[in-house]
């Protein structure tokens, strides 16, 4: 692997994971990509495989089902533990709602030493394509999250986030209790516990160009009960 890695945890995403492959590496050629597919029955995985074939840093790693974003993501950090030449990990969505423009930016912040967040609630960070209930739900919670954790961060959902990979590695993976997308709260208090500085890049958020939502009545269930077990059981 070479010392940038992009994760793209992946579940029916064969709609838009070989154009973002692609896109990923005509932007930011020198990272390495590891998918974590959970065993897509589309053929992301497949797809995936096939793709090795022209892109020497392209990784897949296949679960046997579908656990959730949080289950991936630590899956994905274990695998990875042992690799020291990492200096930085990038998680990100395989579906275009974050784009890949905005990975020097990211990358370069999280040289400087900061946990980097591709934010869309700081001046300048847009969301397109959501539908106003959506905007609503979502900015509440950054705020609900915030009051409650003490978060230095405005956008504590964000899914697009650069690591400093030594920052990462003094996180004990066995605390995690998310699986959803409220995976991505603790991960930043965790990495704000270990004395992780913040630092959030203004981004244009946007819908997902193929495939069908993750998003669940469980998913929301689990992100409002969230900050308050973070809090409790940290």
């Known amino acids: ?94 579906d275009f709602s974050h784009h890949p423009d905005y990975l020097p930016l990211l990358l370069e912040s999280c040289r400087k030493g900061y946990v980097t967040t591709g934010s869309r609630y700081v001046p300048g960070g847009k969301i397109a394509g959501w539908e106003l209930w959506r905007r609503i739900l979502s900015a509440g919670a950054n705020i609900y999250i915030q009051i409650i954790t003490r978060l230095p961060v405005h956008d504590a959902t964000s899914g697009f986030n650069a690591i400093p990979a030594s920052l990462l590695k003094k996180i004990d993976l066995t605390v995690f209790d998310a699986s959803g997308y409220a995976f991505l709260i603790e991960l930043k208090y965790l990495l704000w516990k270990q004395g992780g500085l913040f630092h959030e890049i203004p981004i244009t958020f946007h819908n997902r160009t193929g495939g069908e939502s993750k998003i669940s009545g469980h998913i929301i269930h689990e992100g409002i009960l969230a900050p308050w077990k973070i809090i409790f059981s940290r």
Request: glycine fraction near 6%.
């Open 1 to 94: 692997m070479t010392k940038d890695l992009i994760i793209l945890p992946t579940y029916n995403e064969r709609a838009n994971i070989g154009t973002l492959i692609h896109a990923i590496f005509a932007v930011v050629p020198h990272v390495s990509i590891l998918v974590v597919d959970d065993n897509s029955p589309d053929g992301t995985g497949a797809l995936v495989e096939a793709l090795k074939q022209k892109f020497p840093c392209l990784y897949l790693l296949t679960r046997e089902r579908k656990e959730g974003l949080g289950r991936a993501y630590t899956h994905a950090f274990r695998e990875i533990a042992q690799h020291n030449e990492l200096e930085t990990v990038v998680t990100m969505d395989a």
